[in-house]
């Protein structure tokens, strides 16, 4: 299944499909590295606390980046390298303008604590802050 057919079969997925096509990913990207299979078992959390914001509402823009909206803004969950001691998954406001630029990070998860702490307060995360921001 080439990209464009992998990406229309995920428009409006559930999310364990989405969990699962990102966990596939990993894997397959990255052949089970340890900073992977750290970060893989998070991913479930991490795409139903976005779906508590979001419902079904997202788009793949990269393979491994999950795009989302919030009360009209912007915003997509992607690995950082630099997260944390041994990398992460942030979710990072994406500005207006050409080339989809990143804003500030809204979160930086970094442990399976921390994704299910995103994913109990996903929302209230979000409206603090779209509250604080500019």
């Known amino acids: 299944m080439d990209r464009e057919q992998t990406m229309a079969r995920l428009a409006q997925a559930s999310a364990e499909l989405l969990a699962d096509h990102f966990v596939n990913y990993l894997f397959d990207e990255y052949l089970g590295s340890r900073h992977v299979r750290r970060v893989a078992s998070w991913v479930g959390l991490?795409?139903?606390?976005?779906?508590?914001?979001?419902g079904n509402n997202w788009n793949i823009p990269r393979n491994r980046q999950l795009a989302f909206e919030f009360q009209r803004r912007s915003f997509k969950a992607k690995f950082n390298h630099q997260a944390g001691s041994r990398g992460g998954i942030d979710v990072v406001e994406i500005l207006p303008g050409r080339g989809s630029p990143e804003g500030a990070t809204v979160a930086s998860i970094?442990?399976?604590?921390?994704?299910?702490?995103?994913y109990n307060r996903a929302p209230l995360i979000l409206q603090q802050f779209i509250s604080n921001a500019p």
Request: net charge negative.
């Open 46 to 54: 991490i795409v139903l606390g976005i779906q508590r914001v979001a």
């Open 110 to 118: 970094t442990s399976l604590q921390g994704a299910e702490d995103f």
